[in-house]
């Protein structure tokens, strides 16, 4: 185990730490749910390949890799409880870097939306500003096992699946792509409560009320699984309302297979949920582009 505290400081940010601090693997979600979007808007893709591209980047690398340099750096004293070799409290990030990087991106995330017309920006600007609503005293929603979470699940799933569409329709999306958006984003709830059982420790120690601390893994985790599953429920109903059984057949056939590994969770909670964040998050996102899919074709 590497002995942090006998590393010598350092005056410049480490360029690893600074890619670590950025976290590439929480990039895909909004990366994903952007092109639900894009492929739900009903718009031929044909001339506007950048605009899908730029998108695609700000969701992911930019404005998610904004928010993550800014919840480390706010976050930076449960880290040193939690995990200590993370960029900032490990010291491979030093002084104020932490923060300045999070500014930074901010800016980029902004300068970069502002590309996406009025649309794109407006969605920027709501999820710059969630990201330090979240992390950030004095608001830090983080600190509330229900607010936290869902504002996670919104800037995650559903609102860069509004923007992917509307940046394409140049306009607000139609009601079932907003609907459809809205359930996706209200089951990421359960999956960032799965997240939140690795920091149990540190945020029962730092006064963080997420639902693992405040209801505990096993009764947390039930939750979870509740949060994730009845949304799918409506949108395969919505689904068969709307003329689409095959679109609906196929995301309950991925729901069946997310309920028994729902089962494998429960077994063990704390030490199941990365395993399940590998297995039933997958089949929740395939999903979701399934259903972009069947709303492409009703427009």
């Known amino acids: 185990m590497t002995d942090f505290a006998a590393i010598p400081p350092r005056r410049l940010p480490d360029p690893a730490a600074m890619l670590w601090l950025i976290k590439p693997v929480t990039w895909f979600p909004p990366m994903w749910a952007y092109l639900c979007g894009v492929v739900s808007s009903g718009v031929s893709p044909s001339g506007q390949w950048f605009l899908i591209f730029l998108g695609i980047i700000l969701a992911g690398p930019i404005v998610c890799g904004m928010s993550q340099a800014a919840n480390d750096w706010c976050d930076r004293h449960v880290d040193a409880i939690n995990e200590p070799g993370r960029p900032i409290p490990s010291g491979r ?11 930074a991106m901010s800016v980029l995330s902004l300068a970069v939306g502002a590309q996406l017309g009025p649309w794109g920006f407006g969605a920027t600007v709501f999820g710059v500003l969630a990201a330090w609503a979240y992390s950030a005293e004095p608001i830090r929603m983080k600190r509330s096992g229900w607010w936290g979470p869902g504002l996670v699940g919104l800037c995650y799933e559903g609102l860069p699946w ?19 958006a809205g359930l996706y984003a209200t089951g990421a709830h359960g999956i960032m409560t799965l997240n939140d059982f690795k920091a149990l420790e540190g945020d029962r120690q730092m006064g963080v009320n997420s639902l693992p601390v405040t209801l505990g893994p096993e009764r947390a985790a039930k939750v979870a699984c509740w949060i994730m599953a009845i949304p799918q429920v409506i949108v395969v109903a919505l689904l068969i309302w709307w003329g689409k059984p095959l679109f609906a057949a196929a995301i309950f056939a991925l729901l069946a297979a997310q309920l028994w590994a729902m089962t494998v969770l429960l077994t063990d909670p704390k030490a199941r949920a990365p395993w399940y964040n590998g297995t039933g998050v997958a089949m929740y996102v395939s999903g979701m582009m399934i259903a972009a899919f069947a709303l492409r074709g009703m427009l």
Do not use: D
């Open 162 to 180: 509004f923007t992917g569409a509307a940046v394409l329709s140049v306009g607000a999306p139609g009601w079932p792509v907003i609907i459809i």
């Open 93 to 103: 990030i030093p002084g104020k870097w932490g923060l300045y990087i999070a500014l």
